[in-house]
């Protein structure tokens, strides 16, 4: 069965400072894999999506995910965090057979002025 | 165009009562799905239409919730009667394909925040 880790379930960082967001996945087949964003009062928002393409995957508002296959990792970044970039972030997992998404716990991301 | 909802945005209701909570896919989305994420823990799935048939409903926690499509439209979420677990934040979301192997997006709404007393 397939799960999946967010480490940390709050991160924060300074304004214009690198966001790093860990997502690690357990998978016995390739997997898709997603990032969702939910700021207050918000529905999940799609940050960007894998799917078996290029393994460097650019997504909305400056975000970007790495699928390494070998650390069964799908991490998170943003160079230069901004204040609009608070919000909860959560990491899922879909396989091919599969429609449904198995997510994560979520990390809340503060960024401090 | 407009995006996923839901009604109510929140419901506070006592244990034993009956709650039925509604959400209306983007026009033309085939797959609609329910997940709920109980305080403080993964969202977790509940189950998934394509139009109005029940694709998996195998995250559906008991009996005493029952899902509906009519038509292949909206949809609705009854928890009758609710237990104080049943607490939690109901996301609805909608994607367009109806193909395996191709991963459309899913398109979440709001969420109904619903606490049983």
């Known amino acids: 069965a397939q799960s999946v880790t967010q480490l940390g379930s709050h991160v924060s960082v300074s304004e214009g400072a690198l966001v790093l967001l860990r997502c690690n996945y357990s998978?016995?087949?390739?997997?898709?894999l997603f990032w969702y964003v939910q700021y207050p009062n918000q529905g999940l928002q799609l940050l960007l999506k894998?799917?078996?393409?290029?393994?460097l995957v650019k997504g909305i508002n400056g975000f970007e995910a790495e699928f390494k296959k070998s650390e069964t990792s799908f991490h998170l970044t943003k160079p230069s965090a901004h204040m609009s970039d608070a919000a909860e972030y959560f990491c899922?997992?879909?396989?091919?057979?599969?429609?449904?998404?198995?997510f994560g716990a979520g990390t809340r991301l503060t960024v401090k002025p | 165009e407009a995006g996923v909802t839901q009604f109510p945005s929140h419901s506070v209701i006592e244990k034993g009562q009956t709650v039925t909570l509604r959400c209306d896919p983007i026009?033309?989305?085939?797959?609609l799905y329910w997940y709920r994420r109980v305080m403080g823990k993964e969202i977790k799935f509940l189950l998934h239409?394509?139009?109005?048939?029940?694709?998996?409903e195998s995250g559906m926690p008991n009996n005493r919730f029952l899902a509906e499509r009519t038509g292949g439209t909206y949809s609705t979420l009854k928890v009758q009667p609710a237990e104080l677990e049943d607490s939690g934040v109901y996301f609805c979301?909608?994607?367009?394909?109806?193909?395996?192997?191709?991963?459309?997006?899913?398109?979440f709404g709001p969420g109904t925040r619903l606490t049983v007393l």
């Open positions: 026009s033309g989305h085939d797959n």
């Open positions: 899922a997992v879909s396989l091919s057979y599969e429609w449904n998404m198995r």
């Open positions: 998978s016995s087949v390739p997997p898709y």
């Open positions: 239409f394509v139009k109005e048939s029940k694709q998996d």
């Open positions: 894998y799917t078996s393409a290029a393994t």
């Open positions: 979301a909608s994607s367009q394909d109806s193909f395996r192997g191709r991963r459309d997006t899913q398109y």
